[in-house]
């Protein structure tokens, strides 16, 4: 995801006055829910790591759970809390306002859900989307994995689990935990005893096997580790390259298969039975 430069008014440390709901942040103050940062303001911190933080607009309807959210974020030097939003609609308007480079999206919000706010944002290239999810939340998870969804997370996430997820998917590497990602295919992917597998097959469109003929043998067996809820490290391994030579083949792969995220080509695969 490319990350606009937004020049602009940038607030102190220890600013601490919050603005009003559906209020623009000025200079040094925070940003209150429902409300924006500015472009090129700081949402809080007032702390940049050589011009290169990873800027995140909070989408999350709980006040409490989103003010932790942001207490944890602002906590890194690296992370930029640029806006926070209390439900999917306001979510959508700001990230096209504030061009962050992630949106970290609840699912389950008022106005707009967080399943069509990420179908939006990512539309439009606005953001890479972070998905905070259960995993009692089947038709939400898969409806945001379907809307391109590069990674989930799961809320009683440790703290810093939260910030290296946030810093995982600014890499582009969009698998969070392989756990999680095993365990999101397991329940969406794949067939159990009385119910067919879901996703594009369950919208009575199941996947052409013809759709991987452009792939190269390399990139079968990228995508069949990613499958397998593999990180970049862990199809390296398994496969006896580079790391940097494994992005290159997923960034491939993505292209050619016509896909957003890491997750849908796990997805994929496993309904391919790649």
Known sequence: MNRDTEAGTRSGPGAGAEAGPGTAAGPGTAAGPGTAAGPGTDGGTGTRTGGAAVRVLVAEDQKAVRAGLVLILRSAPDIEVVGEAGDGETAVRMA????????????????MDGVEATRRVVAEYLADVLVLTTFDLDAYVFGALRAGAAGFLL?????????????????????????????????????????PARGAA?????????????????????????????SNAEVAVRLDMAEATVKTHVSRVLGKLGLRSRVQAAVLARELGV
């Not at 096209?96 to 106005?111: F, N, T």
């Open 202 to 230: 369950q919208a009575g469109t199941a996947p052409d096997p013809g759709v991987l003929a452009p792939l190269t043998r390399r990139e079968r067996e990228v995508l069949s580790c990613l499958g397998e809820g593999l």
């Open 155 to 195: 809320k009683n996430t440790e703290a810093r689990d939260l910030i290296e997820a946030v810093r995982t998917v600014a890499r582009g590497e969009g698998l969070i935990a392989p756990a999680v990602t095993r365990r999101l295919i397991a329940e969406f992917a794949a067939p159990r005893p009385g119910r």
């Open 96 to 111: 096209r306002a504030l061009r962050p480079d992630l949106v970290l999206m609840d699912v389950q919000m008022p106005v």
